[in-house]
């Protein structure tokens, strides 16, 4: 079975505090890119991984594994999988490619197994791994909050092209929060504004409207994230953010064709350059509906 592991990048994030359990309590608008991992699964006795395409942990403490580890337990289920990953997506990127591929691990998993659980019994699984695995359940335009893993659908944005840039170097998430936690302004991007855009699909006011908590802390551990900023705005994209706690940048293009043409002009041999869209286009399924292939 082959099952697609889409990335995300964050239209907008705020974070609004500090938890009593620790995590941070957030306000996202997560959108689904075409770039994606392929999940291959194929039943076993027992579960294993293998991984091709990064230099990635292929035991119990990949997300992979102990997402087919949890689901087996939870249900009950006798047997097991051999779970290959072939990754496209960098590593400690901001782009959620560890989440993305334990939530297709749990949708093939639960399809290839016949466990026959619903998108919100899975959510609630993968709010058990990670943050993001719930936004990677469901897939499209969402609204997350608490810590990231409650989602709500939004409709879906007009097609668009994105050029994704992650420098040479990647950023600790946990360090990034804790500099946030010790600002005295932060930044809080307005995040009603950007669900009314959304709900108008109004792109022009989502380019406007982008915004990211976190960029602040990161722009100013790495300040050469503000040149790639700048250098990805004279490429003729509308809007130019940074995903997550980064490193990762992102522009955002009036179409696919025109986000290739910017990643000609950026690419350099110390960045990883990449064009891909907004996933879905033309009525495509999202989520668990539209991540299993075969």
């Known amino acids: 079975m082959l099952v697609k592991a889409h990335a995300k990048i964050n239209l907008l994030l705020d974070v609004l505090g500090t938890r009593a359990d620790g995590y941070h309590e957030l306000k996202t608008v997560m959108q689904t890119l075409s770039l994606c991992d392929d999940v291959i699964l194929e039943l076993a006795p027992e579960i294993s991984l293998a991984v091709a395409g990064a230099n990635l942990t292929a035991g119990p403490e990949n997300l992979a594994y102990r ?78 909050q608490g810590r990231g893993e409650v989602v709500t659908p939004l409709p879906a944005l007009p097609s668009a092209g994105v050029l994704l840039v992650k420098p040479h170097f990647g950023v600790s998430t946990a360090d990034v929060y804790q500099r946030y936690d010790t600002l005295a302004s932060p930044n809080h991007p307005d995040i009603q504004e950007m669900l009314t855009v959304v709900k108008n699909a109004d792109m022009s006011g989502v380019v406007k409207k982008l ?77 668990c509906s539209g991540a299993v292939i075969r």
């Open 67 to 144: 997402a087919a580890d949890l689901l087996r337990k939870r249900t009950g289920y006798r047997g097991g999988a051999a779970v290959r990953l072939i990754k496209r997506i960098p590593l400690a990127a901001g782009l959620a490619g560890g989440s993305a591929d334990a939530a297709a691990v749990l949708c093939g998993l639960n399809k290839m197994w016949h466990l026959g659980l619903g998108i919100d019994e899975l959510s609630f699984l993968g709010a058990e791994l990670g943050s993001d695995v719930s936004f990677c359940l469901w897939g499209g335009t969402a609204l997350c």
């Open 211 to 287: 915004g990211n908590s976190l960029e602040q802390v990161t722009l100013a551990l790495h300040p050469e994230l503000q040149l790639l900023k700048d250098e990805i705005a004279t490429t003729g994209a509308t809007g130019v953010l940074m995903s997550g706690s980064g490193p990762t940048v992102f522009g955002i293009y009036a179409d696919p064709p025109s986000a290739v043409r910017a990643a000609g002009i950026v690419k350099k041999e110390n960045r990883w350059v990449q064009a891909t869209a907004f996933y879905p286009e033309n009525n495509q399924k999202v989520g």
